[in-house]
């Protein structure tokens, strides 16, 4: 009988053991308590500074005496003091190779971009020497190659032609681009100042994808232009306008031009390969656009190959960039033209430098402070359009060569920049002869690497909603413009997060066995539910534009509730319980919802039961409660675990383990 | 010896069960699981059926036999079949009574309402003949009073007079009202059809406080050309012209007409002062507009008033509503304008239409199905554009008469109609005499109603954020216009929810002694912290507008917490765990802030503990996931408490409990 006893004694212990934990489950009910008193203009500011500046910039300054703060403050300010002291020949040694190799780049590039965008090809060249002199003292990024960018350029170019004509009216045109300029750096800057960078957030990844791949083939596009040697090209952007131009016009197809096109293409495409396969092997990629540039010259130099239907840049200017200032127009009928154009292309412009600076800083681990960069972009820009540049930013592919070059600092930025004085200066003239057709081939080789498949597909496997907003992106700016595509996507996607709010997720949770976490039923399959009740757990703000749909779903859901209770003939539902953890604010119309839901609930015989309201939420409740429903301890509670095991001894009777 | 023995026993006892209690706590770690695999297809269709038919109107459907699902089908389409079978005497008694009381209210509102549009008197009861007879077959609110509406008669007056003056071109002022209500019909039938119902949802209620008392001003200050008797009065609608032509004019003022006015507009008021204190005495307040129609009329022409400066309606047509398809415009340069009038008015009216049928139906326990109640207003609206009717909706005032005066079904509005009818064919000479000044006055007492200053003070009470959107929609409404003043609101609106998702909420938890709750420390004081771990809910759906923010905010809360733990001498960070309940949603960029997040914790030594990710968002996580750090069980946990407990035992030296 003995080792029975003892099996038996075993059990009772461990029933008791259980038992007793049991009870100390269901008589430790945490009481919701409401939060601190905070008074109302606490909790503005506290919001606001969330909202504006999240990133406490002035954290540094705390508690520092008054001669270091100024000294901190001019480091805010001018970043380059906080590194400049400690700038080191070792450092000045990698600064000069990376500055050479993207000057090689960005030489080209000016002349090309600025053909994209209509203008002279040596505002290119004047665009790539005075903003990346200001960057160099503003911007905080280390790796940042600015200058002229192709989407920018287009964009400038497309918008402003709508109204003006540039081989008709070209110093309007010129007018017209560095007052744009101009607006899109005040945009830039006014947006760092007044602490709204995160607009710039709202051109999701997805959105920027598609729109990317669409305006390389937009750039691409028009560059068939110079490849064919067509001099009776179309106006428009679109894929169906341009390809009905270029078979329209076959009978002005120069075989000279694309053979040389065709040949520099693939070279050019050949160095780009093998600079993104082995990142040592960058000035393989780096230098073939200048060596393009170089031997084309010469080709077309020896051949006389300008008399025979290959077309060249012709004559230009030497010297450096002249004042601008008074080429600004702020009246006339093109002003509101001019605003948008800054507006736009002041934005996207934005984006790429913000998106290239926070990329670099990443992979070298240091910060870049968004609102102090897109003061320093607007400020480069406001300075660039009075000295005769049009906009210009962080480009991509030229930051990529900067960091891969082993670029320590901005110093490169002022490396390039000299690199492109001397070229102002004394080597102009060398440019006469270069043919068109290799800055086309140099635009579509720089452009080919804005088509990210693989991201694309990524986003095909993880969302496909994002890629509808992509595939959105890509298809308007292909077929309709860059604009229109831009807004298309940005609308989408931000008609997807008010459908979200619209619609909130509700998940219905159940127990999980042995244990007091309840989770989604349909999620975790050995969740059961507990007879009575119904756990609902919601996932969104309840405000105005969902209160009518919650409403409605919750008494829905109690009546299937009940109806399937009763087929089971199961008891019939007592408690509703809403967990409210994920409900992050509510407003007047959230307040009156709840107050409408009890009062429907009632009606029912249910009764209503609120877990973890944030203090938010639990405070605006309570405000909007005469009755006092929200303050009563049995209608609030910690977690849903203490609200069943309290309320369920309301519904059976009372056994000794839970008095 | 022996009672400390028993007492040390005990004490052993008692440690036992706590770490037998905490064994069976830090054993069982319920496992992270993927939820059930979906397609996309059934996901899309699961989302599709949840944003477009959240009221599942087809279950009633399942399971039964044709025959009855063909009864079903009609009942759904024409509710009056439902009800209409078991129409009894009992109930028209109670609905006749209602039905003329709403019709001595409708009458003289009718005819002031449709002078309020700009129309003839008689186009106002016209559409108190043809929509309530509509709306009685397809309608299925029973309280709905239907009719013309003061703010919709304004909106569209309003709009229409910017481009046609309805006094010197008054047939085409009439033809562009009715194309106007076609479209606003067909605006409101298509939301209902295509369910897309949530759009009015946009309209907060504190917008709609703002907005309707901002458009009584709008309405009375109309209304003073009429109580003072000025024949030339400003065709603007805002506050400082109207008042400017009030005060430019006062040589126009005719004592007459004030005296008169004034003495009704205290009748008027007092009896409805009386009406909605003692709800049992409504008559007052209902049938009190009639009398003063009719006490006014016999004034005039009794005393030949309408020679003394009183002006008076004049003489009006007789005879039921004439035909007016041949009337509807869907061409000439005045189509955009009429869209947009069809657009505003349709969504403003079918707004108030659905509050009110909801209202209602709270009061008294049934549902209105608001898709459906649109298709009724629609197609209401379709049939009154080709009857000579203009808007018409379901009135705020006339409803809570009709409720009042003890309406069933209805057939109180078939009631009304029927006495309108009477009217129009026989009554119109009697109105002939009636002043235009009783007409103001009815207006202004009936809108009067619509300034709800105990809710705006409610609304000030529980969020002052709602209240600025309030006062935004007033300001805008009384000083810009009411459009305008409508989109700004909605505008702020929204504007508030996209922020709320920019910056999200995130919580810092701590932990709540004597158990494995996990809290708010800034709301539960007694919550504290777990050395070595930084724990934080995030609040909101993770998408391309908030992740910037999110992947910053979060590093910084890691500098902070390592600086103030290096402060305390505590054990440095290891554990960041992010709680993820209320995440509801993720998207592409969502998943690549994971990604960075992990990478740039890697390099400071943390490590990235993600706690109950919700069944989208694991599913997501996991897909984008090729490192499979997010299948590792030691990153996913299903509770915090768990997470910690399991994951303390890496930290310190693994003790006997927690083997």
Redesign the interface.
Known sequence: MEPNSSSNDNNKMQLQ?HS??LE?AAM?V?RV?P??HKS?IEK?KRRLK??FF???PLRQFKGQPLGKKWILAAQYIFPILEWGPNYSFKLFKSDIISGLTIASLAIPQGISYAKLANLPPIVGLYSSFVPPLVYTVLGSSRDLAVGPVSIASLIMGSMLRQEVSPTQNPVLFLQLAFTATFFGGLVQASLGLLRLG?II???????LIGFMAGAAIIVSLQQLKSLLGITHFTNQMGLIPVMSSVFHNTKEWSWQTILMGFCFLVFLLLTRHVGTKRPKLFWVSAGAPLVSVILSTLLVFAFKAQHHGISVIGKLQEGLNPPSWNMLKFHGSHLGLVMKTGLITGIISLTEGIAVG?TFA?LK?YQVD?NKEMIAIGVMNIVGSSTSCYITTGAFSRSAVNHNAGAKTAVSNVVMSVTVMVTLLFLMPLFQYTPNVVLGAIIVTAVVGLIDVPAAH??W??????FLVMLCAFLGVVFISVQEGLAIAVGI??FK?????????T?MLGN?P??D?Y??L????EAIRIPGFLIL?I???I???????LN??IL?WIEEYEAEENLNKQSSLRFVILEM??V??????G??FFK?LR??ME?KGVELVLV?P??EVLE?LQ??DDSGDFKRPDSLY??VGEAVASLSSTIKAPSANYV
């Open positions: 053991h007793s934990c100390i430790e945490h308590v939060p601190p109302t503005l969330e909202t999240p990133d406490d995160f957030d709202f051109l999701s990844k997805a959105t926070r990443a681990n968004g990524q986003i496997k993880i969302d496909k909603f994002d996607s931000i997060i008010l459908l979200q709010i619209t619609r909130p997720k998940v999980m042995g244990s976490i989770r989604d349909h999620h975790y399959n757990s996932e969104a703000p405000n105005f534009a969902n209160t009518t749909y409605e779903r829905r953890s994920a992050s604010a509510i407003d007047t119309s307040t009156s409408d009062k429907a009606k973890n944030l203090a605006k405000r909007s910690l977690t």
